[in-house]
């Protein structure tokens, strides 16, 4: 998926490519350009709503507005827009502009209700300077195609207005971009954020489009913890989905610490350290995972029974009777089925498409060297795999959620602290201190998840490989761990809310605080 700062270079590169060459169509062109200055300003109104615009932003949307009202005596001048072919660099840079609307508008609801993690950082100052200072990036790229434009038309009422708009967008371009220093970066490595709803592996997949296909798994993860976290799914987790997300999750740090270990194999021993110490951190996080399966062992959640303790065969009187209860069959949790998904695609790469967890004996691991060229190297795997501790936290975040959310239909048979006399029963309601047995392992999650994801940084830095993903992760985590949710963060202090950028740490250091 392409992100922010993609999308906008993409544009750039294709106003420069308009102006370099300009199309034989002027009329066609003047279009397009006017199309591209009237989307052009979208970005700069999709801050939160309880978030004004800086002087800066609006200095540059009126200059904007400006340039594309001087075009339209242009356009009134030049014949219509011919028939043939005409060149499609203006038409990819303004979909490329609709396409950093959607990105952002991806992360909120029609209402502005909040659909992720990251939607908090977008409504503070400095991402908003962040789309300021790229937008005056193309409002510049735009002034040479108007200069390209009106270069060698023989009307000079024509080339006076294309004069007039590129003066006032070279103008909205300086402004923007000397007003801007304090613009988060961070932010541009935001992605189209997606729906919470599995897409399954296939043994026809390709291994090298496993990085990718992870990153959009955690995407989902992602949102599903945020859902979950702030009571916005409507599928809510049952004690069976939360036992089983544990379980494939764990799973997932083991087979990325092996597919550490088959990397390190292609490495001299001492740039191989840092790689197996990678290992050893998401083996130490896989543990972690599995003790918060292991506690549902004797939990059943009578709302959705697909984990529960072996039960004995009915005698024949219950079967004669007619009371025999056949167990409820119920749809698992998406997030249950996306974590499995991404089990699947890591032992994609470490065994071969046709991988899967069910398989009875384990193949022979592909080699380090196929592993690496699928991942395009060490750095690019520590940074594709660094996804997976970096949403993990998130769903340990939201998984005491979850367990709350649960707790009126959780019975076991397990009996602590019950009342004499109390009539015998098999399964009983848990008791509040079985409870909190049931999320206190999740407490262990999160340093386990920082420290996987640390080291994984910490290789992919070695490699040489940024990881901008890492700041706008490092933001959105630390905005769930203080509780600036939406509800608490719009009545927070605006100046608590004028930027990440102060906030943020290396890249090398740990994710989550």
């Keep these: 998926m392409a992100t922010l700062d993609e999308l906008f270079d993409t544009a750039g590169d294709r106003l420069r490519r308009a102006a370099a060459a300009p199309s034989s169509d002027r009329p066609a062109s003047a279009h397009h350009l006017d199309q591209f200055l009237s989307a052009l300003t979208e970005p700069l109104s999709l801050g939160d709503e309880d978030t004004s615009q800086s002087p800066v932003t609006e200095d540059l949307a009126y200059h904007l507005r400006r340039a594309s009202d001087t075009m339209q005596p242009a356009l009134r001048l030049l014949p219509p827009p011919g028939a043939g072919p005409a060149e499609n660099h203006l038409s990819d840079a303004l979909a490329a502009v609709?396409?950093?609307?959607?990105?952002?508008?991806?992360?909120?609801?029609?209402?502005?209700?909040?659909?992720?993690?990251?939607?908090?950082?977008?409504?503070?100052?400095?991402?908003?300077?962040?789309?300021?200072?790229?937008?005056?990036?193309?409002?510049?790229?735009?002034?040479?195609?108007?200069?390209?434009?009106?270069?060698?038309?023989?009307?000079?009422?024509?080339?006076?207005?294309?004069?007039?708009?590129?003066?006032?967008?070279?103008?909205?371009?300086?402004?923007?971009?000397?007003?801007?220093?304090?613009?988060?970066?961070?932010?541009?490595?935001?992605?189209?954020?997606?729906?919470?709803?599995?897409?399954?592996?296939?043994?026809?997949?390709?291994?090298?489009?496993?990085?990718?296909?992870?990153?959009?798994?955690?995407?989902?993860?992602?949102?599903?913890?945020?859902?979950?976290?702030?009571?916005?799914?409507?599928?809510?987790?049952?004690?069976?989905?939360?036992?089983?997300?544990?379980?494939?999750?764990?799973?997932?740090?083991?087979?990325?610490?092996?597919?550490?270990?088959?990397?390190?194999?292609?490495?001299?021993?001492?740039?191989?350290?840092?790689?197996?110490?990678?290992?050893?951190?998401?083996?130490?996080?896989?543990?972690?995972?599995?003790?918060?399966?292991?506690?549902?062992?004797?939990?059943?959640?009578?709302?959705?029974?697909?984990?529960?303790?072996?039960?004995?065969?009915?005698?024949?009187?219950?079967?004669?009777?007619?009371?025999?209860v056949r167990l409820p069959q119920v749809i698992p949790h998406p997030a249950t089925v996306i974590a499995h998904t991404a089990a699947v695609r890591l032992g994609q790469l470490l065994y071969g498409a046709e991988w899967r967890p069910e398989t009875a004996t384990r193949p022979d691991p592909r080699g380090g060297a196929e592993i690496l060229a699928d991942a395009r190297g060490t750095g690019a795997l520590a940074s594709a795999l660094y996804r997976l501790p970096a949403t993990g936290w998130q769903l340990a975040l939201a998984a005491p959620q979850a367990v709350n959310l649960a707790r009126g239909g959780l019975v076991t048979d397990v009996f602590e602290n019950q009342a004499p006399g109390h009539k015998n029963h098999r399964f009983r309601p848990v008791n509040p201190h079985q409870l909190e047995a049931l999320s206190l392992p999740f407490k262990a999650v999160l340093p386990a998840e920082q420290a996987s994801a640390g080291s994984l940084l910490e290789v992919a830095g070695q490699a040489g490989v940024p990881v901008p993903r890492a700041l706008l992760d490092a933001a959105a985590h630390r905005s769930l761990a203080t509780g600036m949710g939406w509800g608490q963060g719009r009545r927070a202090d605006t100046a608590g809310r004028s930027g990440l950028l102060a906030q943020q740490p290396q890249v090398r250091q740990r994710v989550c605080s």
């Design 98 to 324: 609709h396409a950093v609307r959607d990105v952002i508008e991806s992360h909120r609801g029609p209402d502005h209700v909040p659909l992720s993690a990251y939607a908090h950082a977008l409504a503070t100052g400095p991402a908003h300077h962040y789309l300021t200072r790229r937008c005056s990036e193309l409002a510049w790229g735009a002034a040479q195609v108007a200069f390209a434009l009106g270069g060698d038309t023989l009307d000079p009422s024509v080339a006076a207005a294309f004069s007039d708009v590129r003066s006032f967008l070279a103008k909205a371009s300086v402004l923007g971009r000397d007003g801007t220093r304090d613009a988060d970066a961070a932010i541009g490595a935001l992605p189209l954020t997606l729906p919470v709803s599995p897409v399954q592996a296939h043994p026809t997949d390709r291994t090298r489009d496993v990085p990718a296909n992870l990153a959009e798994d955690c995407d989902r993860l992602s949102r599903a913890a945020f859902e979950t976290l702030h009571h916005r799914s409507e599928h809510r987790m049952s004690g069976s989905d939360l036992q089983q997300l544990a379980r494939w999750t764990a799973m997932q740090r083991l087979l990325a610490g092996r597919l550490m270990l088959r990397a390190a194999d292609e490495l001299p021993d001492e740039a191989a350290v840092a790689l197996r110490d990678s290992a050893g951190a998401l083996r130490a996080s896989a543990q972690a995972w599995q003790k918060s399966a292991t506690a549902w062992h004797r939990i059943v959640d009578i709302a959705d029974p697909r984990s529960h303790p072996k039960l004995p065969a009915p005698s024949y009187e219950i079967v004669r009777r007619g009371e025999v």
